[in-house]
Structures are given as structure tokens and as C-alpha cells.
């Protein structure tokens, strides 16, 4: 009994990889549906996982603002 046992456990890497499949199947079906507590656990999981694309959105943002004030600066010595 105990041979069959450790025979299994080469197949518990595998057996996790399938429920963890099953798990984010469910959770895409019920965010498709729109269920609230499916949403509110995503926006949660990214909120606490770190954006690879951080620095590049604030730089983007950055530039944007710099942009905005250079047209509102240049439109102001226009007006005066």
C-alpha cells in the first residue's frame, strides 16, 4: 500500500497544475458573469501584485503634464 502511495507522488506537481486550471476556469466563468465577489478578489490580487509597467505609465503621464503646461503657458503669453 505504501509503494502505491509513493508512486503518486509523482503525479502531485501535475494533480495541483489541474486544480489550479479548474480554479482560474471557474473564477473567468464567474467574472464573465459579472459576480461581484469575483471582482472585487481580481482588483485585489492587483492591487497587491506588482505592474512591470509602472515606470513607464508615470513617465508617460510625465511627459503628458509637461505637454499640457507648455500649451497652457504658450496660450497664455498669446492672450497677454
Known sequence: MENIFEQLKIFYPFIGFIIFI?????????AKKRKTGVIIL??????????????????????????????????NKLSL
Not at 479548474?22 to 464567474?30: C, D, P, Q, T, V
Not at 501584485?49 to 503646461?69: T, Y
Open 22 to 30: 479548474f480554479i482560474l476556469h471557474k473564477l473567468y466563468s464567474m
Open 42 to 75: 481580481s482588483l485585489f490580487i492587483q492591487m497587491f501584485l506588482p505592474d512591470p509597467d509602472a515606470g513607464k505609465k508615470a513617465k508617460v503621464v510625465q511627459v503628458d503634464k509637461k505637454k499640457e503646461q507648455e500649451k497652457q503657458s504658450g496660450n
